[in-house]
């Protein structure tokens, strides 16, 4: 074939560039994975070193991103091309003439490399308590030695055509039960914060459309395409942050930021990186402290940053738990401030004390950067997300930043050492408290984050008795649930540490009956059953679904937090619809009752705290 092109080129000069350039297009149409490795380093990168690789018919380039080079393929009027994963792929909505006149119009930011190092060749293997590691890498973007087009102006490449399979009948009941929350939200609170549905009212705690930006992803995973082109189209017309509001740096950051960045890497749809990059932003001026510890609350309108009314501190869970959603905001970008901003904070609590085995107090100061309110630990409230984040940032950066994994790893062991014990008379395992040195068997519903988060790391190569301990504290979380008259958890809980055969192990104070329709169960259900494959999982987030839908759900539409989950007769609702029931619980249930790995796959994704799925920047490459 080479030598009919060489004969043929003698008599037209010009036929081996249109053949070489049609091999470029035909490749780029086969691309079905964006994280496919090549034998340029630049190809490898979120953006197009353009000195480097040279033009995409060159040899080794094959598997390059041409997408990210429009000026190499003809110029043809937009398409709609099906974004995400394979398995989440729907055509993606139309942009509006506006947004994409805005699109065209808007500048192009330099960046200064690519957020992912190419791996050495000769690694230095580090043991730490039973996990291999790599040394200290960094996942500082690295400077291109030419200019960098901004990976956020371009779409990334276009999957293979794979229709989602047809949901299954739990994953159906899923669709069902958001479909109706989803129709009390749209009548009674469209573009508000929260549906309040026994009312059939709304509140507002930002004015910021709270529970329809939480939600886009989730409509996206369910195959909810009117839905999501009827969001899409309130936030293309009216969302807009220049108001004089108030928010909380971390609820906005996980909820807001997190939300409208897994929607952009989902649809590919520019509009909602736009948002993020305008919204971050607004953020950045709570860092301006003299600690670097950020402030926990600022108004997006004037910039005036604050600590919360009921004290000049910050929790330590919240100024620790904006960092994924930071550090994917720059590696968009190309703007480095956003990365920098969040892990200072990073650097400044990893090297604080104040710890016990790597378990942190709960608060900390913006002026002194200190911890306050020393020796009291807890993975509930305040702390919880701490934990969380530090493996996922190692996991989002390519397990790169030993640091984090060396706190993360610490803290495990603190966890065994200070805070786990045993139930009577079931003997369940559970994650107590402690403050100044005496024990409490008081464990928060949001603990139980705890069993997805280590198997999570288990299935990243972590040491095999962290899932050994998830699977144990994911039968107390169940048994939090199950002990109750309805079948759903109460927000705090005392277990019984006394041999004593008239007293059930759940034991619930009357001011910590309420459910919120909080996520965290069903959450690590969804974990141990996607990394064992054990059908008791999805049975038990099942009984979960019915028990919401009998006791929480609302006629006219939406679902109700309610005050006595152990009042089956009277369950007391609330009138309050969380954001987060819509973002994370039925989001992960819908995961949960998936068969399928490849679905948000753990190897290619890693989820924030608010349930909005993120891409790992150097997933393992296939093949």
Not at 248 to 262: A, K, M, V
Not at 471 to 480: E, F, G, I, P
Request: net charge neutral.
């Amino acid at each position: 074939m080479e030598a009919a092109v060489e004969i043929t080129a003698q008599r037209d000069p010009f036929l081996p560039h249109v053949f070489s350039w049609l091999c470029g297009l035909l490749s780029y149409i086969s691309v079905a994975d964006q994280w496919r490795g090549t034998g340029c380093a630049c190809a490898s990168s979120p953006c197009v070193c353009v000195t480097h690789c040279g033009w995409l018919g060159r040899s080794g380039l094959a598997d390059a991103n041409p997408e990210n080079s429009p000026g190499l393929l003809p110029q043809k009027p937009q398409r709609h091309f099906r974004r995400g994963p394979p398995n989440l792929q729907i055509r993606a909505p139309d942009k509006d003439s506006k947004d994409r006149r805005q699109d065209d119009t808007r500048r192009r930011d330099e960046v200064v490399g690519d957020a992912r190092q190419e791996e050495s060749t000769q690694r230095t293997v580090v043991s730490w308590r039973g996990a291999v590691i790599e040394p200290e890498q960094g996942t500082e973007p690295r400077a291109a030695e030419g200019r960098c087009l901004n990976p956020g102006r371009f779409r990334s490449p276009r999957p293979a055509v794979f229709l989602p399979a047809s949901p299954n009948e739990r994953q159906r009941a899923v669709i069902d039960a958001f479909r109706h929350a989803w129709t009390g939200y749209r009548k009674f609170a469209w573009g508000h914060d929260e549906l309040k549905p026994v009312s059939r009212s709304f509140s507002e705690w930002f004015g910021l459309g709270l529970t329809l930006i939480d939600a886009l992803d989730t409509m996206w995973i369910l195959g909810l395409k009117k839905e999501f082109e009827e969001a899409r189209k309130w936030v293309s017309k009216k969302l807009r942050f220049q108001k004089d509001v108030d928010v909380n740096l971390f609820e906005s950051t996980i909820r807001i930021l997190g939300g409208l960045l897994s929607a952009y890497h989902l649809s590919g749809d520019d509009l909602f990186l736009r948002k993020a990059e305008d919204f971050g932003n607004r953020l950045l001026p709570a860092f301006q402290t003299p600690s670097r510890i950020p402030y926990s609350d600022v108004n997006i309108g004037t910039g005036a940053a604050h600590p919360p009314r009921w004290t000049s501190d910050s929790t330590v869970a919240e100024v620790t738990s904006i960092q994924l959603e930071f550090r994917e905001l720059s590696r968009l970008t190309g703007s480095k401030k956003f990365q920098e901003a969040a892990e200072e904070v990073t650097r400044r609590v990893h090297s604080l004390s104040g710890k016990k085995d790597g378990l942190v107090p709960m608060f900390i100061n913006t002026h002194s950067g200190l911890f306050t309110h020393m020796g009291v630990f807890t993975l509930g409230a305040r702390a919880d997300s701490y934990y969380e984040y530090l493996l996922k940032q190692w996991i989002q950066g390519g397990k790169k930043e030993t640091q984090l994994l060396e706190d993360y790893l610490e803290a495990v062991e603190g966890i065994k050492r200070h805070l786990l014990r045993r139930s009577e008379p079931r003997k369940l395992t559970f994650v107590g408290e402690l403050a100044h040195g005496r024990f409490s068997a008081k464990m928060d519903h949001l603990v139980c984050f705890l069993p997805g988060t280590l198997a999570l790391g288990a299935h990243h190569g972590l040491p095999a008795d962290h899932m050994e301990l998830a699977r144990a504290l994911m039968d107390t979380c169940y048994q939090m649930n199950r002990q109750m008259e309805t079948g759903l958890s109460p927000e705090i809980v005392h277990f019984n540490l006394y041999p004593q055969s008239d007293r059930k192990d759940v034991q619930v104070k009357p001011a910590d009956r309420h459910n919120l329709l909080r996520p965290e169960t069903v959450e690590s259900l969804f974990y141990l059953h996607r990394l064992t494959g054990e059908r008791k999982y999805q049975d038990w987030g099942w009984e979960i679904l019915q028990s919401f839908n009998k006791y929480t759900r609302v006629p006219s539409g939406g679902y109700s937090s309610i005050s006595n989950v152990q009042d089956p007769l009277n369950p007391q609702p609330r009138d309050k619809m969380e954001s987060f029931f819509l973002g994370e619980t039925l989001k992960y249930l819908y995961l949960l009752f998936s068969d399928d790995p490849a679905l948000l796959s753990l190897d290619a994704y890693v989820f924030n705290t608010e349930a909005h799925p993120l891409p790992i920047w150097a997933p393992p490459r296939v093949g």
